[in-house]
């Protein structure tokens, strides 16, 4: 048997189902709205019981009671943005027209992403749309160790 709980203003639905526990947001504010989900979900809890509907192996329980068995897994959109500075700089520099930029500007360029791109190949967590002022001061020592370690990169802050 499923119950209501409004959480944040917002309805969810607990369940549960082979001894473990359930929670979805309805995300609805509409007590009707989330009335009438409460009578699907009992009801699709009651056929799985009954074996009318079967649940898919590896299936998450939630969306497939839920979506009245219908989906098997939360959908997930592929995202085409790239996770990591240094494959969004890679493919900067891919994509570049020939002859759109000066010669000096382009060399100017590459020698900046090369400078950049160490820093995410010794810590592949760095995330190129998340990289700003918060984590700036970590990317600045790291960027100093570096450069005393190796012999890469000219340190101009001596």
């Known amino acids: 048997m499923a119950s209501l709980e409004i ?15 359930f929670c979805r947001s309805l995300k609805t504010d509409k007590e009707r709205t989330a ?8 009801d699709n809890l009651r056929r799985l019981e009954l074996g009318q509907l079967v649940l898919p192996t590896g299936a998450d329980v ?25 494959g969004l700089l890679d493919e900067f520099l891919a994509k570049l027209t020939p002859g ?6 382009e060399h100017c360029l590459r020698i900046h992403v090369r400078h950049f791109c160490p820093m995410d190949r010794m810590n592949r967590s ?11 001061p970590g990317f600045i ?6 450069n005393f370690a190796s ?3 000219v340190n101009y802050h001596r």
């Open 100 to 105: 759109s930029l000066e010669a000096t500007t």
């Open 35 to 42: 009335n009438a989900a409460l009578a699907r979900v009992d």
């Open 126 to 136: 760095t995330n190129a749309f998340v990289f700003g002022a918060r984590n700036a």
């Open 7 to 21: 959480h944040y203003g917002l309805y969810r639905i607990v369940f549960r189902y082979a001894g473990q526990k």
């Open 141 to 146: 020592l790291t960027r100093r160790l570096f």
């Open 62 to 86: 939630a969306a497939f009671v839920l979506s009245d068995g219908r989906l098997d897994h939360r959908p997930v959109l592929k995202s085409n943005r790239l996770s990591t500075l240094a």
């Open 151 to 153: 012999n890469d990169f």
